[in-house]
Each structure stands twice: as C-alpha cells, then as structure tokens.
C-alpha cells in the first residue's frame, strides 16, 4: 500500500503561481512512477504530467508544457507539481497518482496508476 496526501491548493490570479506537493508514506515510493491528474467536476480525470521513479523522465499534456514542472523528492517520499503562469481554466482538483507500470495501461489513463490522494482544489480567478 501507498499512501498520498496532497498539499499547496488554494486560490490564485490569473498569471500567478502555486506549488502542489505530494507525501507519500507506505511501500517503497522510489519504486513508483509518479503522475499528477486534473479533474473538474462533470469530466473524466485529466492527465497533467507524470515523473519516472528515478526522476530522469518527465512528460506533460500539451495544455501545460511550459507552465507546469514536476520534481520528485526520492529521500522525502515527495513528489511536486511547480504550476507557473496559471490560465483560468486549470481551475480543478488535483490528484499525485502512483503506479509501478503506467505505461502497460497508458501513463495519461487513470487505469495505469495503482494508488490516488484525495486531491486538493486549485482555483484560478480571472
């Protein structure tokens, strides 16, 4: 079992910043792929980026590249999304995802990932 509570949601203006974190506690989380996921409410989860367990790989949906950076804390069991330039519409709930394959299912499904945190919003006003 892994265990993931995400932090750093809040309220913010349009341009502005915030930085998500994601602790983990339970199994070995240097053994896990990391991803983050977006939801709002009345659509499927959306992927947003995903960081290989060593950190080495990192990918991102088109709609984020450039504004959104993800890192990992191997020693601190902590992974983190670094949102820059936040647009109204990445207005959501976000969730750190674990998986130890993600890719046998594809690493942009939900089904890829073994293990969810319960999400923390992230509002972006106008």
């Known amino acids: 079992q892994v265990q993931l509570v995400e932090s750093g949601g809040g309220l913010v203006q349009a341009g502005g910043s915030l930085r998500l974190s994601c602790a983990a506690s339970?199994?070995?989380?240097?053994?896990?792929?990391m991803g983050w996921f977006r939801q709002v409410p009345g659509k499927d989860h959306e992927f947003v980026a995903i960081i290989t367990r060593s950190g080495g790989i990192t990918n991102y949906a088109d709609s984020v590249k450039g504004r959104f950076t993800t890192s990992r804390d191997n020693a601190k069991k902590t992974v983190y999304l670094q949102m820059n330039s936040l647009k109204p519409e990445d207005t959501a709930v976000y969730y750190c995802?674990?998986?130890?394959?993600?890719?046998?299912?594809?690493?942009?499904?939900?089904?890829?990932?073994?293990?969810w945190g319960q999400g923390t919003q992230v509002t972006v006003s106008s």
């Open positions: 339970g199994r070995t989380f240097s053994n896990y792929d």
């Open positions: 995802a674990a998986g130890l394959y993600p890719q046998r299912k594809g690493i942009t499904t939900t089904q890829g990932y073994d293990y």
